[in-house]
């Protein structure tokens, strides 16, 4: 089964910065989609960015121009760039193997990781 490994998560101040991490050993990595999801503590998860085989991405409103997605296929890794962060932010994200169609970012069928935790405090 393919299992991601999300890392990088860390407690920092509004308006510092994050790079999160979702690796795999996975030889097929490079032909999938990727999805960031976060849940905030007492919230339901939610997609935050994604990024298709190809680099297309998208992003949830709530981070768009604070947050960029990115991929490296020779090292199975597709990173999260989070900038300008706020307390908001604070959650545990994780990230999702899918498929990606003209813009739009879909999950496939499995489980979820155990996320890394992201605190931002004001």
């Known amino acids: 089964q393919v299992q991601l490994v999300e890392s990088g998560g860390g407690s ?56 960029t997605i990115s991929r490296d296929n020779a090292k199975n890794t597709v990173y999260l760039q989070m900038n300008s962060l706020k307390p908001e932010d604070t959650a545990v994200y994780y990230c999702r193997i899918g498929t990606f169609y003209s813009g739009t970012y879909y999950p496939a069928f499995g489980s979820w990781g155990q996320g890394t935790q992201v605190t931002v405090s004001s």
Do not use: H, M
């Open 12 to 67: 920092v101040q509004a308006g510092g910065s994050l790079r999160l991490s979702c690796a795999t050993s996975e030889s097929t990595f490079s032909a999938s989609a990727i999805g960031w999801y976060r849940q905030p503590p007492g919230e339901q998860r939610e997609l935050v960015a994604a990024i298709s085989s190809g680099g297309s991405k998208n992003y949830a409103d709530s981070v768009k121009d604070r947050f």
